[in-house]
């Protein structure tokens, strides 16, 4: 059981049979009252987001979740198909329960896929990945004191925000949780 000082960014709670992500918190101390803490809630299933308040002595639960290794195989429509390295059974995921983790998908990935009650249910990316740059306008300097940026398409189709000099053909790395660019791979 966790007490509401344990509850972080990132944090997998179990409420009501679910598990959740803590996302964001607030920690407040009332003058004579107890505190509480103020959370924005994942829920890791159904990829729904709630406000939830837990005070000073409340217990909460951790969730049961496992992780193993898979490698992402391909996307039909909506749907993300995966194949786990162990058992090599093959499953899917849906575009609804990867959020924007589905713009970092390439072919032959490894990824670590969450389990609950031995259901898949989402995927954890590595912070930093490197992507090949397929799309990229000339970068014309200017009147710039400093920090130009223009915006080029990486191999998955998303466009992210470089520095003037990366061109098509270079390999750039990105951060998966905000998609910045952190530096050229």
Do not use: C, W
């Not at 080029?152 to 390999?171: A, C, H, M, Q, W």
């Amino acid at each position: 059981m966790l007490q509401i000082t344990d509850l972080k960014n990132g944090t997998k709670v179990s409420i009501d049979d679910q598990p959740y992500v803590v996302l964001s918190y607030q920690h407040h101390k009332m003058g004579r009252g107890g505190a509480i803490v103020k959370t924005k809630l994942k829920n890791l299933i159904t990829s729904a987001t709630v406000d939830k308040t837990f005070q000073g002595a409340d217990k909460i639960e951790e969730a049961n979740l496992t992780t193993r290794e898979a490698t992402f195989l391909y996307s039909e429509k909506d749907q993300f198909y995966f194949m786990d390295k162990t058992s090599f059974e093959q499953f899917f995921l849906n575009r609804s329960q990867l959020g924007n983790f589905v713009n970092y998908l390439v072919d032959g990935t490894t990824i670590s896929v969450l389990y609950y009650n031995d259901q898949p249910i989402n995927i954890e990316l590595p912070i930093k990945m490197d992507f090949a740059v397929i799309e990229a306008p000339p970068g014309v300097k200017g009147n710039t004191a400093s920090g130009a940026t223009k915006s080029v398409k990486i191999e998955t189709g998303v466009n992210v925000s470089v520095p003037l000099f990366v061109n098509v053909g270079d390999r750039i790395r990105i951060d998966t949780r905000s998609g910045q660019y952190l530096e050229r791979a």
